[in-house]
């Protein structure tokens, strides 16, 4: 399967020795994990796997033709190189990936189920690199759970719906973000009168926001620990 990737990336463009290392010690953090599934074992944690491929990696792995070698860093004497062939977990919009290191094509970037390349890392940001990864990466999203701390909360809504959402408009009212449609009321108004489709999204477990209203409950969600897919819905109703 590694080679599979690695012959669909030489296909569309120009692939560079770093580029082939990064997959294969994608490759290899694959072949330690299921090493452990088939001896009955728990799978590795990512501590675990770093410590494994630092006594590993000096290992030859090779294609049928052995053109491909994954080169023991340690050896350079390099701790600067050393650092730089490591990956890192990072975390977009709610859902962990596996950074690589620098090259010149841009940095890769694995999924940590079954540890696929899904893009390039750029700008902060995961650069998806086609509609079915990116489509992969918002079903990643609607299983995760929002961080029951306040600001992370309010920091992911926030850049989730400024970059997915560009048809919304988003405004900060006390302590809760509220999600319309069409023009701003008032600034005066309370968002519980505004005529435009909005709902309202608190980051904190207020009496007021959880207050039960004669006549039914309005469009307020306290997102604190909620399912993101759930609050997707909230958002997606709007549209």
């Known amino acids: 399967m590694g080679y599979k990737i690695l012959a669909k990336f030489c296909q569309e463009k120009d692939v560079t020795e770093a580029h082939k290392q990064c997959i294969l010690l994608g490759m ?15 799978g590795l944690t990512w501590e675990q796997l770093k410590e494994e491929m630092k006594t590993t990696l000096n290992e030859t792995v090779s294609d049928d ?8 860093n340690e050896e350079e004497g390099s701790d600067e190189d050393d650092e730089e062939s490591d990956w890192t977990q990072y975390t977009f919009e709610n859902v962990e990936y596996l950074v690589g290191p620098e090259a010149d094509l841009g940095r890769v970037v694995l999924e940590t189920e079954d540890y696929q ?14 509609n079915e990864q990116f489509e992969n990466h918002l079903e990643r999203v609607r299983r995760s759970t929002i961080p029951e701390d306040e600001d992370e909360a309010q920091e992911l809504l926030h850049s989730f719906i400024k970059d997915n959402y560009t048809e919304l408009n988003l405004s900060l009212y006390y302590s809760c973000m509220v999600v319309f ?59």
């Open 117 to 130: 390349p899904v893009g390039v890392f750029e700008d902060e940001k995961v650069v998806f690199e086609d």
């Open 28 to 42: 290899h953090i694959m072949a330690l994990q299921t090493e452990n599934w088939l001896d009955d074992e728990e």
């Open 181 to 239: 449609r069409g023009e701003r009321e008032p600034r005066d108004a309370h968002p519980e009168t505004w005529s435009v489709p909005s709902h309202q999204f608190y980051f904190q477990r207020s009496a007021y926001a959880s207050r039960n209203w004669p006549g039914g409950s309005p469009n307020r969600t306290i997102i604190l620990g909620k399912n993101m897919g759930e609050v997707m819905k909230k958002i997606e109703s709007l549209l």
């Open 65 to 72: 033709n052995g053109e491909f070698e994954v080169v023991d």
